[in-house]
């Protein structure tokens, strides 16, 4: 069994900046994946940002260019910088895996329990 642990979350004004992280623990045997989802109240939950065994990188539109899955976060972890931030960005933000464990043939999706990032005055 895998899980995710989140770390960070909170208020911040607008421009401001915030840092998220999660850690993944049990047993794994190959990360694919690791990365940010967020949903908004009344919307869908929605791609922030992801990094893939490769180390390419995929953002969403919204927050190319203010949001960064930093390198070199540590075995089995992932972080979000998140600059330049704007009212629109508040929101649940969940810690996304694509994992494969011991037991497992393939990659399991996992998430963690979500962390409230509210940006507002």
């Known amino acids: 069994q895998v899980q995710l642990v989140e770390s960070g979350g909170g208020l911040v004004q607008p421009g401001g900046s915030l840092r998220l992280s999660c850690a993944a623990s049990g047993s794994i045997v190959t990360v694919n994946s690791m990365g940010w989802y967020r949903q908004a109240p009344g919307k869908e939950r929605e791609l922030v940002a992801l990094r893939f065994s490769g180390d390419s990188t995929r953002y969403s539109g919204s927050v190319q260019g203010r949001f960064t899955i930093p390198r070199g976060n540590g075995k089995n972890t992932v972080s979000l910088q998140m600059n330049s931030l704007k009212p629109e960005d508040t929101a649940v933000y969940y810690c996304?895996?694509?994992?494969?464990?011991?037991?497992?043939?393939?990659?399991?999706?996992?998430w963690g329990r979500g962390t409230l990032v509210t940006v507002s005055t």
């Open positions: 996304y895996a694509n994992i494969r464990g011991a037991r497992d043939s393939y990659g399991v999706v996992y």
